[in-house]
């Protein structure tokens, strides 16, 4: 249709806990809300959900293309998160979630999935940085309650393996499961940490934070001026909060796979393999401390944008 190839989008079961037909109408909403910004596949129509398709279906613009380069895509994945970020909200953001406090909703996420940190049996080195990092957290919670930050429409799930670059060389997000009204902060942290850049092995690599900071200094100068302002000082303690979100809920993965609760069936046995060995790389004493000279060391992204 209008020249597109379609793709059938069968989801198997609902991240946010929604009953099939919720969940249907949830990432429904989220094509349409992204679809004016002509960075995300196209949506042509639905299934309800029936007996063979229990959550129903989506038919949606398959996307032709490759995966992103890092960091020779960086400006175009930039650009992507923008033009999301740039859609005004409607009055009535339902269904999809909206966060009036995004600072608060992670820091309750990050201690929901931290509870399986002891099951999930990370090193004590290991551990003992999370926890420092979560003492953070607390701290930084208290000390921002009450400041505002710009809330957008947002992916949420910005790991670069769902995105696509298209023949025309824009990226397109493929994945809107997870979108909401929240931190556009998060996207951004969320593309570019290491837990994120290592998940996809047909994106995987290692950046340096110059890298990191040459992505963010794209977005911002795309970005219009009180905007701009606004978001900035929010960059580097939400790029923090987002990695510990991700570490924690590695271990939340770590421990249900121990207990197997999460089997991994739903997964190509290959990558199956390959998110275990990544989430237990993630969890390894001097991978965190990598991570953490970030903030802890030299000029940081602040310096860096300075």
Not at 164 to 187: N, Q, T
Request: net charge neutral.
């Amino acid at each position: 249709r209008d020249g597109a190839t379609l793709l059938l989008r069968v989801p198997r079961q609902s991240f946010w806990r929604l009953t099939p037909g919720d969940n249907l109408a949830y990432q429904i909403a989220a094509f349409e809300r992204t679809a004016p910004s002509g960075k995300t596949p196209r949506l042509f129509g639905s299934i309800p959900p029936r007996p063979d398709l229990p959550f129903g279906a989506l038919i949606v613009e398959e996307i032709i293309g490759r995966p992103p380069c890092l960091p020779a895509d960086f400006v175009t994945l930039a650009e992507a998160l923008l033009g999301v970020h740039s859609l005004p909200a409607p009055r009535d953001t339902a269904p999809l979630i909206d966060q009036s406090d995004p600072v608060r909703a992670t820091i309750d996420l990050i201690h929901a999935q931290a509870a399986a940190i002891a099951e999930a049996e990370i090193a004590p080195r290991a551990r003992a940085a999370i926890e420092e990092e979560m003492s953070w957290a607390r701290h930084f919670a208290e000390t921002s309650a009450g400041k505002a930050q710009p809330r957008t429409l947002v992916f949420t799930d910005t790991q670069p393996g769902n995105f696509v670059i298209g023949k025309d060389g824009s990226a397109r997000c493929v994945d809107l499961e997870k979108a909401m009204y929240g931190a556009p902060a998060i996207d951004l942290a969320h593309l570019t940490i290491r837990p994120s850049i290592g998940w996809d092995p047909a994106v995987a690599t290692r950046i340096g934070l110059a890298d990191v900071a040459d992505f963010y200094a794209a977005y911002l100068a795309r970005a219009e001026a009180r905007y701009r302002e606004a978001v900035r000082q929010w960059l580097a303690p939400m790029r923090r909060l987002t990695w510990l979100r991700t570490i924690t809920i590695f271990a939340k993965m770590k421990a249900e796979w121990r207990r197997g609760g999460w089997s991994g069936e739903d997964l190509e046995p290959a990558f199956r393999d390959h998110v275990l060995r990544h989430i237990a790389r993630c969890h390894d004493a001097d991978e965190i401390a990598a991570m953490r000279a970030e903030w802890l060391e030299g000029p940081g992204l602040e310096g860096l944008l300075a």
